[in-house]
């Protein structure tokens, strides 16, 4: 069925990444329901709004790495997680 298209280990585990935080996040807003708040952001999230904004985050910092310099990718890795973990919390 999904023959025509090509899954490499890298994507499939950001799929597979994806999917499991997804479901993580719908258990901890069931156990713990969000409390939206106001952060840096100066508007108000709750913890799924702020995941959300920091997913996008991320993908902006990676495409913009990749757009001005062609160092590793594995130092725009750990931008774009740092960017999400800085609006995760403080956001």
């Not at 952001?41 to 995941?51: C, H, V």
């Not at 997913?55 to 725009?76: C, E, F, N, P």
């Amino acid at each position: 069925m999904l023959e025509w298209m090509v899954w490499t280990l890298p994507t499939a585990l950001v799929f597979a990444g994806l999917a499991l935080l997804l479901v993580v996040m719908a258990v901890w807003a069931h156990v713990s329901p969000p409390v939206a708040r106001r952060g840096f952001l100066r508007i108000e999230t709750d913890r799924g709004d702020r995941l959300y904004i920091g997913l996008i985050s991320a993908g902006v910092v990676l495409v913009g790495w990749m757009a001005v310099t062609d160092l590793s990718m594995w130092i725009a890795l750990g931008c774009a997680l740092l960017v999400v973990v800085v609006i995760g919390i403080w956001g």
